[in-house]
């Protein structure tokens, strides 16, 4: 059974860091890739970052370039989204999500998805 496990979020000032983590089990990350999306009140899924499983390329949206970075470690089945100079319009929940080899843009391309992480960003 495919699982997503994330964790990492919580409360943090404007313009500090976060790193959310999402663990998999009973899929390697050479197979699968893993997008990470987000979704505050009121507004639709949005995709934060991909990588990708065949050549692990990267993928971010346009208002996270430049202040967030998608990793993986495949020895722990492990990808991070590292978000730094957060802003309170970042507050949303977080969730880790897996494709088969493509990283799509939509919610609906991705079939195995975590329970979700809250970041708030606030003083």
């Known amino acids: 059974q495919v699982q997503l496990v994330e964790s990492g979020g919580g409360l943090v000032q404007p313009g500090g860091s976060l790193r959310l983590s999402c663990a998999a089990s009973?899929?390697?990350?050479?197979?699968?890739?893993i997008a990470w999306f987000r979704q505050a009140p009121g507004k639709e899924r949005e995709r934060v970052s991909c990588?990708?499983?065949?050549?692990?390329?990267?993928y971010y949206g346009d208002s996270m370039k430049g202040r967030f970075t998608i990793s993986r470690d495949n020895a722990k089945n492990t990808v991070y989204l590292q978000m730094n100079s957060l802003k309170p319009e970042d507050t949303a929940v977080y969730y880790c999500?897996?494709?088969?080899?493509?990283?799509?843009?939509?919610?609906?391309?991705?079939?195995?998805w975590g329970q979700g992480t809250q970041v708030t960003v606030s003083s």
């Open positions: 999500a897996g494709a088969p080899i493509f990283c799509g843009i939509s919610a609906r391309e991705y079939d195995v």
């Open positions: 009973g899929v390697t990350l050479d197979y699968y890739s």
């Open positions: 990588i990708s499983s065949n050549d692990g390329s990267t």
